[in-house]
């Protein structure tokens, strides 16, 4: 079910974003807890109602936990991309501008460096299965 705001998007329910993002309903309304995540409204019954901002944030958290990000890491990288997008880069102060931007690129690092390292872990793995799949036609064949 989609609801719509007064400027004419939409809004959904949790299940449709679950949907969506291929989270659980359980980890989103963790999200929403811990303060990552928060719901743009609410139903006259309770109900979380999210937007397509909403989704893009969690979104953004999705693709960090493989990484290993933590929760706090994720909350600091939205702060700074919040603080990015909110005004844009080029209206912020020179040192605020700076501060977030170097914050920014040592995300990008961290993420580059954690998906060379699971490159390396697959690659481990994928020799296993290997190994095994050989000594299993080994023995059988």
Do not use: N
């Not at 979380?48 to 990484?67: C, F, G, N, Q, S």
């Not at 990288?77 to 909110?86: I, K, Q, S």
């Not at 580059?112 to 036609?137: M, W």
């Amino acid at each position: 079910m989609h609801e719509t705001t007064p400027s004419g998007g939409e809004r959904m329910h949790i299940g449709q974003v679950a949907a969506r993002t291929e989270l659980s309903l359980r980890t989103i309304r963790h999200y929403d807890e811990v303060g990552l995540v928060r719901p743009s409204a609410r139903t006259r019954g309770g109900f979380r109602l999210y937007t397509e901002a909403d989704v893009a944030r969690l979104m953004v958290i999705r693709r960090m936990k493989p990484l290993g990000f933590t929760l706090e890491e994720m909350a600091d990288l939205l702060a700074v991309t919040d603080r990015l997008d909110d005004l844009g880069a080029a209206a912020l102060g020179a040192d605020e501008r700076e501060d977030l931007l170097a914050r920014l690129g040592r995300f990008e690092e961290a993420a580059r460096e954690r998906c060379e390292k699971l490159r390396t872990q697959l690659g481990r793995a994928e020799e296993f299965a290997a190994d095994l799949r050989r000594r299993s036609d080994r023995l059988t064949g």
